[in-house]
């Protein structure tokens, strides 16, 4: 489908926008990106996928429970806090995210759901720590189901193989009975890319150019680490990878998303030059344009089960 171009804008007024969209909290960017980008409807599509092979082999008496970890004012909210009536928990270190899901519970009177204001790296660094989380935070239960969407960018790819291992060998439902017991959805931008209007590409670019950090968070790796692991012996570890794409006619609303994408300020600090370049950057070669920015991603789910094949 074609698209109007965006109205020009002046150098003073680009640069105003981009530094002042630069400030905007995590989980505002993140809502512009769910409202102009197809990125939920494919995350919610996947998801819809695995809620349909747990219901088909667990009890439809059984009350699910599932713990979103870092992701907690995402459209899938409305999904997850429908179908885990059980229990619902919520971790994210952004404190601004969970207010906004605070109020929701006190409005409508949601007494299933449970706000975590922590950090996962430290909250769930070792096996000590998730035992203690499970004890203290979801009341020393097992989860149906576990997601990390879009969470697994704050961890370094280190962090990755002990950390899964620990959250699905203490956090997520071990039935034996049952062919699927439980679920772990992860989705994650891909860590390579020949498009230079690729959100990996723009990551790659500028983190190296300016932190000289260069991406190596390869969820199929992990996926392949993971089921060379003892561990997942009894585990279906499942990968397939989406396109997906963001645009949006106000320049503010664009370089938010931009920011979020280069992890500004939570992970890599850009100084106001640095800023600068950025926005000019993604103005001449993208948004003037009316060129999206678009998103390879990947999605791994690890099933705990084989009695039947899980969808993905």
């Known amino acids: 489908m074609s698209r109007a171009m965006p109205r020009s804008l002046a150098v003073e007024e680009r640069i ?56 907690s004012n995402e459209p899938q909210f409305r999904i997850l806090e429908s179908a885990f009536r059980g229990g619902f928990y919520l971790l994210d270190i952004e404190s601004a995210a969970l207010e906004v899901i605070k109020e929701r519970i006190e409005r409508q009177n949601i007494h299933h759901l449970h706000t975590i204001h922590d950090d996962y790296c430290k909250a769930l660094c070792d096996t000590e720590s998730v035992l ?39 956090l997520l439902v071990n039935d034996s009975v049952s062919d699927v017991s439980g679920a772990v959805h992860v989705v994650l931008m891909a860590s390579r890319s020949d498009e230079p209007t690729s959100t990996t590409w723009l990551y790659n670019h500028f983190a190296g150019k300016f932190f000289d950090h260069s991406n190596d968070q390869d969820l199929n790796v992990c996926a392949e680490k993971l089921r060379a692991t003892p561990r997942f012996d009894d585990a279906q570890v499942l990968t397939k990878s989406s396109r997906v794409d963001f645009f949006v006619e106000d320049f503010e609303l664009f370089m938010s998303v931009v920011w979020m994408i280069l992890l500004h300020p939570n992970v890599h600090t850009f100084s106001e030059a640095q800023q600068k370049e950025v926005t000019e950057y993604i103005y001449e070669k993208l948004w003037s344009r009316g060129l999206p920015l678009i998103q390879f991603q990947d999605h791994l789910v690890i099933y705990r089960g084989k009695g039947i094949s899980g969808l993905i």
Request: with cysteine; aromatic share 12%; proline share 3%.
């Open 16 to 71: 105003q926008l981009g530094l002042r969209a630069a400030n905007r909290h995590m989980y505002q960017q993140d809502k512009i990106w769910s409202r102009y980008s197809n990125d939920k409807v494919d995350i919610a599509g996947t998801l819809a996928r695995v809620l349909r092979t747990l219901n088909k082999s667990l009890p439809l008496d059984e009350p699910l429970k599932a713990l979103s970890i870092g992701s």
């Open 132 to 170: 203690r989380f499970r004890k203290e935070y979801l009341d020393n239960q097992c989860m149906t189901l576990i997601t990390l969407h879009h969470s697994l960018y704050y961890s370094p790819m280190s962090f990755w193989d002990n950390f899964l291992s620990d959250i699905y060998e203490h």
